[in-house]
């Protein structure tokens, strides 16, 4: 098992721009989230996904969309990049319980906006 | 949502000292709490959780311990060696209903002394 993969691994990109993030996981995880982590902090909740075909916002959406076409995949899309949302963002899944909800994490992309 | 925090943001211990890492969060009807470790460059990884009906859970070297009258939670790493080193992050877990992620600390690193 791969767990949880995420393309790509760096991207730097221009004001405005726009770009994609990919998770994918083999786990058949029902949930998925997206994160992002600043220097210093720890990471705070973009959007989340609790099954194909369903999104909803965390903590931070602003700047962000997400799709969950298919279960094993979590897409995150910046539509115009803004030098505030140069950050590292993990994508994570989970089979959450209603007691738990022990997430596994993907190894991360480094995007910076110019 | 609520706001788990870490008493230090950097601890030094001597290779083979048990390190204390300690956690604090404010809201009573937390009922879920799960460390991680996050090595430079990789994703977090999880370490051990423990729910709020417990007061102690011990993993392989590691024992998380939880203080419900003061709050308090606090990751204990038996004889510590040089890949303990990372960054290490407490987190509140889901109180029920909608998936809503994991609330994170800022996290301690953790730093071994030879």
């Known amino acids: 098992n791969a767990g949880v993969t995420q393309t790509p691994k760096f991207r730097v990109l221009k004001t405005g721009q726009s770009m994609t993030l990919l998770c994918a996981q083999d786990m058949n995880h029902e949930y998925m989230y997206w994160y992002r982590q600043d220097p210093g902090m720890g990471l705070r909740l973009i959007h989340y996904?609790?099954?194909?075909?369903?999104?909803a916002k965390g903590e931070v959406p602003d700047g962000y969309n997400v799709s969950r076409l298919k279960k094993q995949n979590f897409l995150l899309g910046l539509e115009s990049a803004a030098p505030s949302q140069t950050s590292v963002y993990f994508c994570?899944?989970?089979?959450?319980?209603?007691?738990?909800?022990?997430?596994?994490f993907g190894p991360g992309t480094r995007l910076t906006v110019l | 949502g609520e706001s788990v925090g870490l008493h230090l943001p950097t601890l030094s211990v001597q290779e083979g000292d048990n390190s204390i890492i300690n956690c604090a969060y404010s809201?009573?009807?937390?009922?879920?709490f799960i460390w991680y470790k996050q090595e430079s460059g990789k994703g977090p990884q999880f370490i051990i959780d423990i729910r709020s009906n417990m007061d102690k859970r011990q993993g392989q070297r590691v024992t998380v311990l939880l203080n419900k009258t003061v709050k308090h939670l606090s990751l204990q790493i038996a004889a510590t060696q040089p890949g303990d080193s990372a960054v290490y992050f407490c987190?509140?877990?889901?109180?029920?209903?909608?998936?809503?992620?994991?609330?994170f600390g800022k996290g301690t690193h953790l730093i071994i002394q030879p």
């Open positions: 809201n009573s009807a937390s009922d879920y």
């Open positions: 994570a899944s989970s089979t959450r319980t209603s007691v738990a909800d022990t997430q596994y």
């Open positions: 996904s609790v099954g194909e075909g369903t999104t």
């Open positions: 987190a509140d877990g889901p109180r029920g209903g909608g998936a809503d992620g994991l609330t």
